[in-house]
T-cell receptor, first 113, second 112 residues
Framework: EAGVAQSPRYKIIEKRQSVAFWCNPI?????LYWYQQILGQGPKLLIQ????????DSQLPKDRFSAERLKGVDSTLKIQPAKLEDSAVYLC???????????FGPGTRLTVL | GQQVMQIPQYQHVQEGEDFTTYCNSS?????IQWYKQRPGGHPVFLIQ?????EVKKQKRLTFQFGEAKKNSSLHITATQTTDVGTYFC????????????FGKGTKLTVNP
């Protein structure tokens, strides 16, 4: 079974630029998550989708971050404009349904200069 | 909001020694999950605990969920170098939120 795919793996941008990350979850998984992991900390949930509906986006900085999951399959997360403090690893995860174990992708390491 | 705290933040052991990490939530949990993240890797699911007082074992790993469903622990017997990594607990509030809140993790290093 293929795992969660993410691209790109690495991205370096300057502050105030825009960036987008892509995630393809495991086939058949209804729930998709985007996490931000800052070095030395645990993953912090940014947004959670159930199929193509948003379940929780309470910690998403909506003035600069946006995410969509069209057709309830793959998803994109965008940052516009980026700030220095956005430097982190962005992890996508999926699960069969709510409350099931989560399978994480390899992550995208973002550096904002 | 819900907070999940883990101690210790770091633990260095000699190979063969035991290791324990503790997780405490500010709120009562409906369930708790444990993940392991190897250096440079991504979190990998280990186990989920749901019932009050539940104890589960996976080979040398023993997981416990507290009676009040506000704390949990992971104990590794006779550590090996393959156990190196950061162990995270993640809890879901009993109040109905579907959000999983991760602790900061315990980073384990093992000296061969």
């Amino acid at each position: 079974e293929a795992g969660v795919a993410q691209s790109p793996r690495y991205k370096i941008i300057e502050k105030r630029q825009s960036v987008a990350f892509w995630c393809n979850p495991i086939s058949g998984h209804a729930t998709l998550y985007w996490y931000q992991q800052i070095l030395g900390q645990g993953p912090k949930l940014l947004i959670q989708f159930q199929n193509n509906g948003v379940v929780d986006d309470s910690q998403l900085p909506k003035d600069r971050f946006s995410a969509e999951r069209l057709k309830g399959v793959d998803s994109t997360l965008k940052i516009q404009p980026a700030k220095l403090e956005d430097s982190a690893v962005y992890l996508c995860a999926s699960s069969l349904d709510l409350r099931y174990e989560q399978f994480f992708g390899p992550g995208t390491r973002l550096t904002v200069l | 909001g819900q907070q999940v705290m883990q101690i210790p933040q770091y633990q260095h052991v000699q190979e063969g020694e035991d290791f324990t990490t503790y997780c405490n939530s500010s709120t009562t949990l409906s369930n708790i999950q444990w993940y392991k993240q190897r250096p440079g890797g991504h979190p990998v699911f280990l186990i989920q605990l749901v019932k009050s007082g539940e104890v589960k074992k996976q080979k040398r790993l023993t997981f416990q969920f507290g009676e009040a469903k506000k704390n949990s622990s992971l104990h590794i017997t006779a550590t090996q170098t393959t156990d190196v990594g950061t162990y995270f607990c993640a809890g879901r509030d009993q109040g109905g939120s579907e959000k999983l809140v991760f602790g900061k993790g315990t980073k384990l290093t093992v000296n061969p």
